[in-house]
């Protein structure tokens, strides 16, 4: 039998339990998240003829083989230390040997800093019109709260070409389910069936402590300390990051963050540029 990108993306049946949980968690509505996946379909099947998932799916594919290191970048509060240091240290060019790419608001960050984003993945909630339209793939997903974003970002996502959406209940026939939570863990969800074992992935502004960085949200413009819903998003991905690592076959650093799990493998920036140029 051979499988397409999206049957080899599909992982509900998988990662249903942990929907389950997280659901009751959070007291989640599925309706919702049917409702939410429906609607993003809906908008997508607006979109012209030329547009069609497999292709999408196929081109995302060959853009995040082009390199041997994938760069992750989420919403933590040492994001802005670290882009910074390493700008300081490299310069610009230095991004574009790798491939970029961003948790929702990083991706503000970047765009500030005049970096190349290959793909955002985002529930839209930490990103303006001008981000969506700057990155080269758009991985939107789709759940019982962000509705209205989505139908705000409709315009968005009906002329941009390379636009993928995700949904954390069954998928339907152009919405996958990789699995994963937030924006930023649904990320190693997603390549763990594209990347070859060779690449290495660096997590960077990946911080699961009690600060959330000001990356986080449009509407806060400081690092502030998050809530107790926050903090418990926070644990649950950390959860699935070593639940997803131990499916990888690849190397997975996390850079210039604190260590949360001793098993996570946490390393400074130095080391970040020895292992790059060993």
Not at 128 to 146: L, Q
Not at 202 to 220: A, P, W
Not at 265 to 274: A, Q, T, Y
């Amino acid at each position: 039998m051979s499988y397409t990108l999206r049957d080899k993306l599909n992982f509900f049946s998988e990662f249903k339990e942990w929907y389950f949980h997280i659901r009751e968690e959070f007291n989640f509505d599925y309706q919702k998240d049917l409702e939410s996946r429906d609607l993003l379909s809906r908008i997508f099947k607006k979109k012209t003829q030329q547009w069609k998932i497999d292709d999408i799916l196929k081109s995302f594919n060959r853009r995040i083989l082009l390199k041997p290191v994938i760069l992750i970048y989420g919403c933590g509060p040492s994001l802005e230390e670290t882009v910074n240091n390493i700008l300081k240290k490299k310069g610009k060019g230095f991004f574009d040997n790798f491939i970029n790419l961003t948790a929702d608001g990083a991706s503000i960050l970047l765009k500030e800093k005049d970096i190349q984003i290959d793909a955002i993945f985002t529930d839209l909630d930490g990103i303006t019109k001008n981000e969506f339209n700057y990155s080269r793939f758009n991985i939107i997903h789709a759940h019982g709260d962000n509705m209205e974003k989505i139908k705000q970002f409709e315009n968005e996502i009906i002329s941009f070409q390379n636009v993928i959406g995700t949904t954390q209940v069954e998928p339907g026939d152009d919405i996958l389910n990789p699995g994963g939570f937030t924006d930023g863990d649904r990320i190693l969800f997603f390549l763990r069936s594209l990347i070859k074992p060779y690449q290495k992935l660096f997590l960077i502004g990946m911080d699961f402590k009690n600060i959330v960085g000001r990356y986080s949200k449009l509407d806060i413009d400081t690092n502030q300390e998050g809530g107790r819903i926050k903090r418990k998003k926070l644990q649950i991905a950390v959860e699935l990051i070593s639940w997803v690592r131990d499916k990888l076959k690849n190397d997975l650093f996390f850079v210039n963050s604190e260590i949360v799990k001793n098993e996570f493998n946490s390393i400074s920036l130095e080391d970040f540029f020895k292992i790059l140029n060993s």
